[in-house]
């Protein structure tokens, strides 16, 4: 059973310190997304790879944030320095890009809380 | 740019009721349309997707949606609710021609259901 793995599940940090997380998409999808949900926003999209190549990271904030994809095993997006407003649910999706497709399937989230 | 709107932000319902939920998307071209349910604590699942073909979509767990297209639609229905289906639901939009995979969320409706 393919799933998108996401690591840490849960992170906790202080005001400044960088952060990263990790999603390893599901083996054979070329597109990765990440989104951030938060109880006011919802689910936003934050950056989105096509084939490791970023396409679109315009709802990512540029100072703080920022995606890359190593290999085509590998997705980060790092937060540094990290601040209190960035505590929110972080999802990595993947998909295969497929004419038509466009389905999404989602990792378990890692829920972060910057202090 | 595509937009989603579900108007009822938390439903309340006894079990076996029947269920709809909204949604609207604004977007002029061809489109792809989901559902997803997020379980409390859990990731995002598809529930059901539309790409073509007949409007009345089936999906897991006994949901269905129907593409109104004069309407910019894409309601979610089931006829008797279990407890166990509540969650919060979200409908997303991803714009076929648009050349990219980005999905367009609305802001979820929290569903409920009452033993």
């Known amino acids: 059973d393919a799933r998108v793995t996401q690591t840490p599940r849960d992170k906790v940090t202080e005001m400044g310190q960088e952060v990263t997380m990790r999603c390893q998409p599901i083996l054979g999808h070329n597109t990765v997304f990440w989104y951030r949900q938060t109880m006011m926003q919802g689910l936003e999209l934050l950056a989105y790879f096509r084939n490791r190549a970023p396409l679109d990271d315009s709802g990512m904030p540029k100072d703080r944030f920022s995606a890359e994809m190593p290999d085509a095993t590998l997705a980060t997006l790092k937060i540094q320095p990290s601040e209190p407003r960035d505590s929110a649910v972080y999802f990595c999706?993947?998909?295969?890009?497929?004419?038509?497709?466009?389905?999404?399937?989602f990792g378990p989230g890692t829920r972060l809380t910057v202090l | 740019a595509q937009s989603v709107s579900q108007h009822n932000h938390h439903v309340i319902l006894s079990e076996a009721a029947s269920l709809e939920l909204g949604c609207n998307y604004s977007?002029?071209?061809?489109?792809?349309l989901f559902w997803y349910v997020q379980y409390p604590g859990q990731h995002l699942q598809l529930l059901l997707k539309?790409?073509?073909?007949?409007?009345l979509v089936k999906g897991i767990k006994g949901f269905e949606a129907e593409f109104i297209k004069s309407k910019f639609s894409f309601n979610l229905r089931k006829p008797s609710v279990q407890w166990s289906d509540t969650a919060e639901y979200f409908c997303a939009v991803n714009a076929f021609n648009s050349g990219n995979e980005k999905l367009t969320f609305g802001t979820g409706t929290r569903l409920t259901i009452i033993p």
């Open positions: 977007y002029g071209g061809t489109v792809n």
């Open positions: 999706a993947s998909g295969h890009g497929l004419a038509g497709s466009r389905e999404q399937f």
């Open positions: 539309y790409f073509s073909g007949d409007p």
